[in-house]
């Protein structure tokens, strides 16, 4: 332990050679040289640095990998952003109050938490070559459902298999690209491409039901075709994946302090590591619930509080996800050069600004700019929050605490959108901005909890 309280990161080796251009099961992929650390925590060991850094064109491998898991998080993106344009049409469809059709977005925290109990086994049994065909297998089985409008108790089981495949994909490409060299921008652009799909789902979702005049669940025609890509790029990238190279990774890795190697149970009750996990894993809970319930009420919101006509109202569901894209891409660039524990910190005080404006400007396109500027500030939480763990843990934690962490924070992607709901049912719509200015706050007093970010 640092006296000083910091992690003192340890002095990179130069190296002898360059290795070759090779796959997976040979290489185990190199590890990071320059995770760097800080906090009540001595990562002296975090990191391996008897080989280069991972970019995402070396080595050449990684240039598909990259295209394929940026593919799976347009599809997340596109799949998570859906629930607020359909929301007013699944009412009407199923004759359903606020409170009942929230449970779509509920149902999907059964998929998160299998995601969140069995990243590592799947990682140690299937490699990243399992989470390939499993994660876009269940967003295929869950959009074909969806296809054929069914009753609504199996519309409501159909998104448990479409949550297990977000997670699953969530913690595996967070963990993968989190240990590239210049993370903070991979994963800026990452998270950007999964906001580039929530985008383009309500616009395309609102454009088929109020332009084309056809039911909602053409919408899950589409989806039906980008998880079949999905599958198809994802196993075709990281088919040499397999467990056997995992393990290796995994072996390349190890440290001789046992609390220092891989497994949920060390990232989770070791001390000195649980800290940053669980502190980690609840902002994630609370970030992406706000992110999710202010994208999946904001049409309803504007429809019902703002008296905005159905197409302007999807309009500002595109606004917002468009605002949370660009603030991924622009801001990954802006948060290295300040730090990210003071960076994030200064982007949710601006979200809480933006949100009381939404708030308490009773005019709808006021409220659209405002909800927009809300997302481009909320847009890097996620990406700094992977990155911030990458800093704060060893090397060999990084699968599990961050597989954990992102699985467990997706499941706010259920909740506390159900939440919303089941609020709104006595308390009208109208309390989704306080909502989320509580939730912005409360996830800004966890992030000061975290451990001490050390210089660069």
């Known amino acids: 332990m640092a006296a000083s309280g910091e992690i003192q990161p340890e002095q990179q080796q130069p190296q002898s ?33 008897s080989t280069p850094v991972e970019r995402w064109n070396y080595p050449r491998s990684n240039i598909v990998k990259t295209a394929a898991t940026f593919w799976a998080f347009l599809v ?14 699944l ?19 059964g998929g998160y938490t299998l995601a969140a109990v069995t990243n590592n086994t799947l990682h140690q049994h299937l490699g990243r ?39 699953l994909a969530d913690s595996a490409w967070n963990a993968w690209i989190g240990n590239m060299e210049d993370s903070n921008q991979m994963l800026g652009l990452l998270h950007g491409v999964y906001g580039l799909g929530a985008v383009m789902a309500p616009l395309v979702a609102t454009s088929l039901i109020t332009e084309a005049g056809v039911g909602w669940y053409y919408f899950y025609y589409i989806m039906v075709a980008c998880a ?10 990281f088919w040499d994946s397999d467990a056997a190279a995992f393990k290796a990774e995994s072996e390349r890795t190890q440290t001789t ?8 149970r060390r990232a989770l009750f070791i001390p000195k590591y649980a800290r940053v996990t669980w502190l980690l894993s609840f902002f994630l809970l609370g970030y992406v619930g706000a992110e999710v319930a202010i994208g999946g009420w904001v049409v309803t919101f504007l429809m019902r509080v703002r008296d905005g006509a159905e197409f302007a109202s999807g309009m500002g569901s595109t606004g917002y996800w468009l605002g949370i ?37 009773p005019n709808f396109y006021a409220s659209v700019i405002a909800v927009s500027f809300q997302g481009f500030w909320l847009g890097p939480m996620f990406p700094g929050a992977v990155v911030v763990a990458t800093r704060l ?14 699985a467990f924070g997706a499941s706010g992607a259920a909740v506390l959108p159900f939440a919303v709901g089941a609020v709104a049912q006595a308390r009208g719509v109208e309390v989704l901005p306080p909502f989320a200015i509580a939730l912005s706050g409360g996830i800004l007093i966890l992030w000061c909890g975290l451990p001490r970010m050390g210089k660069r």
């Open 17 to 49: 050679q360059q290795p070759r251009d090779i796959g997976d099961a040979e290489k185990a992929e190199f590890s990071r040289s320059d995770l760097r650390g800080s906090g009540s925590i001595d990562n002296s060991n975090a990191n391996d640095t």
């Open 76 to 89: 997340m993106g596109a799949n998570d952003s859906a629930y607020g344009p359909l929301l007013p049409y």
């Open 91 to 109: 009412e009407d469809h199923y004759n359903l109050s606020y409170t009942v059709v929230s449970l779509v977005f509920l149902s999907p925290i």
């Open 129 to 167: 070559r399992g989470i390939a065909w499993l994660s876009p297998g269940c967003h295929l089985l869950a959009y074909v459902v969806n296809c054929v409008h069914p009753p609504y108790p199996v519309l409501v089981v159909s998104f448990i298999f479409a949550g297990l495949g977000n997670g």
């Open 228 to 237: 079949a890509i999905e599958l198809a790029s994802c196993l075709w990238a």
């Open 257 to 264: 302090d046992p609390d220092e190697q891989g497994g949920v």
């Open 325 to 361: 894209t660009v603030g991924r891409v622009v801001l990954g660039f802006v948060t290295p050069r300040i730090g990210e524990k003071l960076g994030i910190a200064i982007y949710l005080l601006l979200s809480i600004a933006f949100a009381l404006i939404f708030y308490l400007v």
């Open 393 to 406: 843990l060893p090397r060999a934690l990084h699968v599990s605490a961050i597989g954990f962490a992102a």
